[in-house]
Each structure stands twice: as C-alpha cells, then as structure tokens.
Nanobody
C-alpha cells in the first residue's frame, strides 16, 4: 500500500534549520510528483514546495524561496525538505503528499491524494 511518513520536525529558534524527511513506500518516486505542505492552526493548507521526482524539476512558494530546498534520493525512495533561516511564521504541521497522476509540479493540495500524517515544526524563541 502507499505510505508516506514524515519525520524531522521539532522546536527550533528563529534563524535555525531543520531537515524534514518523507519516506515513501508502495510506489516509485520517479512516477509521481511529491509535494510539501504546511498548515497552521485556523489556516488553509499551503503548498510550499514540490518536485517531479523523475526530472528533478521543483517549485517553491514565494514565502520560502531562498530558504527551503527540496531534494530526493530515488534509491532510498525518500524526499527531503531542508529548511534554513526559519521564521516564526513557518510554524505549522508539515505534510508530504503524492500526486494521483504524474505531474511536473504543483503547489495545489487538490492535486494530491496520498498524504502522510504530518510532523510538527515550531519556530519560537
């Protein structure tokens, strides 16, 4: 079965860094787009990064450009999100997700139907 498991979240001070991991199973990364999303309390889920794992093409939300980097290891079936220079507004539950069809890249949650359970990221001093 398709499974996505996020890890790497935690509490970090502003300006700090975290690397999130998304371990995928039940499918090959190169056949789908993988997205990273976050959701703060009371707000809609926001697409922050995505990758076409076959070509390596990526996209980022304007709010994280220059600070976050998505990458993957196809052999390990794992996608990463390196988050640098974290800000309090980055706080939220971070999810990885798999598209239901092969995509170049999309930051729209509606294009994804398989989701992990999320990992909490809290940026606070």
């Amino acid at each position: 079965q398709v499974q996505l498991v996020e890890s790497g979240g935690g509490l970090v001070q502003p300006g700090g860094s975290l690397r999130l991991s998304c371990a995928a199973s039940g499918f090959a990364l190169e056949d789908y787009a993988i997205g990273w999303f976050r959701q703060a309390p009371g707000k809609e889920r926001e697409g922050i990064s995505c990758m076409n794992s076959r070509t390596g093409r990526t996209d980022y939300a304007d709010s994280v450009k220059g600070r976050f980097t998505i990458s993957r290891d196809n052999a390990k079936n794992t996608v990463y999100l390196q988050m640098n220079n974290l800000k309090p507004e980055d706080t939220g539950v971070y999810y990885c997700a798999r598209s239901i069809t092969l995509l170049f890249c999309s930051l729209s949650p509606n294009m994804y139907r398989f989701w992990g359970q999320g990992t909490q990221v809290t940026v606070s001093s």
